[in-house]
């Protein structure tokens, strides 16, 4: 039996941050919790997610580096939404505009 071919969509995500945590919204409709494959690094992450006929996958790479040992995820209604703290503490130096 041959398995058919799902295309694939990058879904629709947010991803922002303050001084100590990133959090990421990942738009993932129709899909089931458990089909849900999500993995982090410090400095990025990865999912995969079948539904049908259709496969959502997608990989971003962060600004500043995270620790994905503290990352905490739910899944409600079609969003994903995942929390990771920062490694470090985000301290910016602020720039006078001309």
């Known amino acids: 039996m041959v398995e058919e071919e799902r295309i694939l969509v990058t879904p629709s995500g947010c991803v922002y941050h303050d001084r100590e945590k990133y959090s990421i919204e990942v738009e993932l409709p129709g899909v089931d919790k458990k ?38 995820a739910t899944f409600k209604n079609g969003l994903l939404t995942v929390t990771v703290p920062l490694a470090e503490r985000f301290e910016g130096v602020k720039v006078a505009i001309k």
């Open 35 to 72: 089909d849900i494959k999500f993995e982090a690094s410090e400095t990025g992450f990865c999912l995969r997610a079948p539904r049908g006929d259709i496969e959502y996958v997608g990989c971003w790479n962060l600004a500043h580096v995270i620790d994905p040992e503290k990352a905490d």
